[in-house]
C-alpha cells in the first residue's frame, strides 16, 4: 500500500510563493511519474506537473516559467515551487504517484488547498 502526504498549501497575496511537498511511502516500484493536479471549484481536474525518476517535466501552459517541478528520488519526494501566484492558481493541489507493474498503478495524496487571494 501507498501513502502520499502533502503539505505545504496556504493562502497567499497574487504575486507570491508558496512551495508543495509530497512524500511517497509504502510499497513503492517502478516509479513512472511523480506529480501535481489541481481542481479549481467547478472544474475539472487538470495536470499541471510531472517528473520523471530521470528528471524529465511536463508543464501545464498556464504554470510555465512560473511553477517548478523537483525531485528527491531517495526519499521519494516531489516538490512543486510555485512562484508569481496568481488567483486562477486557487484550487486543490493533489499529490499523484505513477507506478508501473503489471499495469500502470495511480496513487493520489489528500490534497491541500491552495488559495491566492488580496
Known amino acids: 500500500q501507498v501513502q502520499l502526504v502533502e503539505s505545504g498549501g496556504g493562502l497567499v497575496q497574487p504575486g507570491g510563493s508558496l512551495r508543495l511537498s509530497c512524500a511517497a511511502s509504502?510499497?513503492?516500484?517502478?516509479?513512472?511519474?511523480m506529480g501535481w493536479y489541481r481542481q479549481a471549484p467547478g472544474k475539472q481536474l487538470e495536470m499541471v506537473a510531472r517528473i520523471t525518476t530521470g528528471g524529465g517535466t511536463n508543464y501545464a501552459d498556464s504554470v510555465k516559467g512560473r511553477f517548478t517541478i523537483s525531485r528527491d528520488n531517495a526519499k521519494n519526494i516531489v516538490y512543486l515551487q510555485m512562484n508569481s501566484l496568481k488567483p486562477e492558481d486557487t484550487a486543490v493541489y493533489y499529490c499523484?504517484?505513477?507506478?508501473?507493474?503489471?499495469?500502470?498503478?495511480?496513487?493520489w495524496g489528500q490534497g491541500t488547498q491552495v488559495t491566492v487571494s488580496s
Open positions: 509504502g510499497n513503492i516500484f517502478n516509479i513512472k511519474f
Open positions: 499523484n504517484l505513477v507506478t508501473v507493474g503489471a499495469g500502470v498503478n495511480n496513487d
